[in-house]
């Protein structure tokens, strides 16, 4: 999807939702999103029950079912990475992915720590 077909679209959600038409959780089954995201490279045990590797294009989601495969686009630099939903999170404010070491580096999100993304569902 284009930039500005992802605009337009996020604007329709949300004037939908401002006029109560849908609802935000409507939304987010669809399986798109902006926000935030951040890194992280644990060695601790995930959600799904699997180990946490930085090295593997995985993530954290709120909601999505584990094993959903999304793609991530770091809307500063265009550069996107496909990473497979593993476990819960983030919990932070703003934020609505979290990304393994190694899908960061690949957006070029490492130095940061954060960046400003869309997210959209390539399968589930």
């Not at 849908?22 to 180990?51: F, H, M, N, P």
């Amino acid at each position: 999807m284009k930039p500005a077909k992802i605009k337009t679209a996020a604007a329709a959600a949300l004037f939908a939702v401002g006029m109560g038409l849908v609802s935000a959780s409507d939304i987010q089954a669809k399986g798109t999103g902006c926000g935030g995201a951040s890194w992280y490279a644990l060695t601790s045990k995930t959600a799904s029950g699997e180990r946490m590797n930085a090295a593997r294009l995985t993530a954290a989601h709120r909601s999505l079912k584990f094993g959903t495969k999304v793609q991530v686009t770091n809307k500063r630099n265009g550069k996107s990475v496909v990473v497979r939903i593993n476990d819960r999170g983030p919990f932070i404010r703003g934020r609505v992915i979290d990304l393994s070491k190694a899908a960061a580096s690949q957006i070029g999100m490492i130095r940061s720590g954060t960046a400003s993304i869309c997210y959209q569902v390539v399968n589930s």
